[in-house]
């Protein structure tokens, strides 16, 4: 097919201001040896409906004292069954283990040990029936009559699907829920999250999560479902290969896997997706929100910015604070945080995150030890990699500027001289542009960080350059793509990624011992697709003209970037 992108504007907000640096906190005290500290208690915790949830609870020893509850839900399971089966670690991070709380932690319905039928992402319904938030209701009403020694206070968290189960807590939250963290939870899963962006079928990561995650059981247990063998390590050409969708449960699941189904039975946003948006509901949340982002986040990163707007929107008075750090998925529960792929940061970022504003805000709403002072945005920047703090988000100083395509492949924040021209290129359905150059049947987690110079090559892709910056850029808030396309087909997926292009002396990383080169390195700082029969409507799908000239928007979400004095920015 080919295709045409007349001369086009990205639309960013750039602020070329300096903020005041936090200064990255030491590690907090290490976690006493759990089993000599605290006890280990197993229920079946019953739900409204009858059906029994499988719960964890890890109590301080020490008596002395009330202790605050901290409740995770999950579908991966909680592990370590058994009398025998203990911990490593307890809470969101090592330090809540010194502080002292009770923490719960319960596999969802339908999972592991849990009773009852998985359903995927079940709607919110307002307490009508059982859904993840009257399970958590329930779970926090049960252990507050049940569970000894508690200080009448629960603060709820989780990453991923744990960080959903959280958000679909905090509504119609339970009176004791003083606290939460919904942390890279997905928002909305056709329009920006895991399985689908902007309408775009994420092939490769939906075949992976639902085989592994969401076959049917025959009932309890404590075993993990074997993983699904492809047959080689070459996704690239085991997706190729597949053939028509309908291919897959033919071939493969055989009706073992019903959310597979149900996502290929709704391929526009319809009653089924837009019952599941997470953001509608976020209504009446009168307790502490800490919102948690990675600005590299392969698969939720549009909810978490959805979570914390609807709160913002729908609770005006709310005590919520959005943290954004440079982290994958999940990056900033983990030691360290200075380095992700061949990017450093040059401090460490998690460790920074969890003993200077985690720890800090359940204990404050928790636990009443303080003093807390956080900022409506705690962001990292960047480029610059320094922390900042916003009294808004996006910054109230910021302005909003163009960049414009050029011919030759220029870009730049004037605009054309003269009539627009047009640059084509012929897109091959079988030879598609990966996203990655690794050789795997998963999408992983650092492909936002790779280098993009394999996808920069190539004949099928434009590429629009910078002059040499003379001043660093900083941008601060939402990137938009603003397209006019012409195609010869009825339908296109369009990709537009922003890079920083690194100056040719860039010194090279050390320790380096895949011998990465840096010098002129491309590093992606937004990433976006979209699929062009949803330009009017998500919901009513029209195809393209062929030949006709179509203009494209569509977010490319908010970033924290300085473009250094001596880089490029492209697109």
């Not at 998925?329 to 990017?343: D, K, R, S, V």
């Not at 009294?391 to 030759?408: G, I, M, V």
Request: glycine letters at 8%; proline letters at 8%; one cysteine or more.
């Amino acid at each position: 097919m080919r295709s045409r992108a007349r001369r086009t504007v990205l639309s960013v907000v750039v602020t070329l201001w300096i903020g005041v640096c936090w200064a990255v906190g030491t590690a907090g005290p290490q976690a006493p040896e759990l089993a000599s500290a605290y006890t280990k208690a197993e229920y079946m915790i019953p739900m409204r409906d009858g059906v029994r949830l499988y719960t964890q609870v890890y109590s301080p020893k020490d008596q002395a004292g009330k202790y605050p509850i901290l409740l995770t839900r999950t579908p991966y399971g909680v592990g370590n069954y058994g009398p025998g089966g203990f911990r490593q670690s307890l809470g969101p991070s090592s330090g809540f283990a010194a502080e002292g709380y009770i923490v719960a932690y319960q596999d969802v319905r339908g999972k592991f040990k849990s009773e009852g039928e998985f359903v995927h992402h079940p709607p919110f319904t307002d307490g009508r029936k059982a859904d993840e938030s009257s399970d958590a209701y329930d779970t926090i009403d049960w252990l507050l009559r049940n569970h000894p020694n508690h200080n009448g206070r629960v603060g709820m968290w989780g990453i991923s699907a744990d960080g959903y189960t959280t958000a679909m807590g905090m509504m119609n939250a339970h009176p004791a829920l003083r606290a939460a963290s919904p942390q890279a939870s997905p928002g909305d899963q056709f329009l920006g999250d895991d399985y689908h962006h902007n309408g775009a079928f994420r092939l490769m990561y939906a075949f992976s999560w639902t085989s592994g995650n969401a076959r049917l059981r025959t009932g309890p247990t404590e075993v993990a479902p074997k993983p699904f063998d492809y047959g080689t390590p070459d996704g690239y050409r085991f997706f190729r290969e597949l053939g028509p969708i309908a291919n897959v449960n033919a071939r493969y699941f055989q009706d073992q896997v019903p959310t597979w189904n149900e996502f290929v039975k709704h391929p526009t946003y319809d009653a089924y997706w837009q019952a599941k948006n997470v953001m509608k509901d976020m209504k009446d949340v009168r307790f502490a929100v800490l919102n948690v982002i990675g600005w590299f986040d392969a698969e939720d990163y549009y909810g978490p910015w959805g979570i914390y707007r609807a709160i913002e929107k729908f609770n005006p008075s709310n005590q919520s604070t959005v943290v954004v750090g440079p982290w994958r998925h999940g990056g900033w529960a983990e030691p360290g945080g200075e380095q992700l792929g061949n990017i450093r940061f040059e401090s460490k970022t998690a460790d920074y995150f969890q003993t200077q504003i985690e720890l800090p805000f359940f204990n404050y709403y928790l636990k009443d030890k303080g003093p807390l002072k956080l900022p409506e945005a705690v962001v990292f920047e960047t480029g610059s990699n320094a922390w900042r703090s916003y009294d808004s988000w996006p910054p109230k100083n910021a302005t909003a500027r163009n960049l414009y395509f050029h011919e030759q492949g220029k870009l730049s924040f004037d605009p054309p001289a003269g009539p627009s021209g047009a640059d084509s290129f012929v897109s091959d359905p079988e030879k598609p542009v990966p996203f990655t150059t690794r050789i795997d049947t998963k999408q992983g987690h650092l492909w936002v960080v790779e280098d993009q110079r394999f996808a920069a090559s190539r004949p099928d892709v434009l590429v629009y350059e910078s002059d040499v910056l003379d001043r660093p850029v900083t941008v601060a808030g939402p990137i938009a793509a603003s397209l006019f396309t012409s195609t010869t087909g009825t339908d296109a997926d369009w990709v537009v990624k922003v890079i920083d292009v690194f100056p040719p002396d860039a010194p090279d990383n050390s320790p380096n011992p895949a011998n990465v080169r840096m010098g002129h390195f491309q590093m992606m700082l937004a990433g976006e697709v979209f699929r062009a029969k949803f330009r009017n409507s998500m919901t009513v799908p029209e195809p393209l003209v062929p030949g006709r000239v179509t203009h494209i928007e569509f977010d490319l979400l908010d970033k924290n970037h300085t473009f250094l004095k001596g880089h490029r920015i492209m697109v």
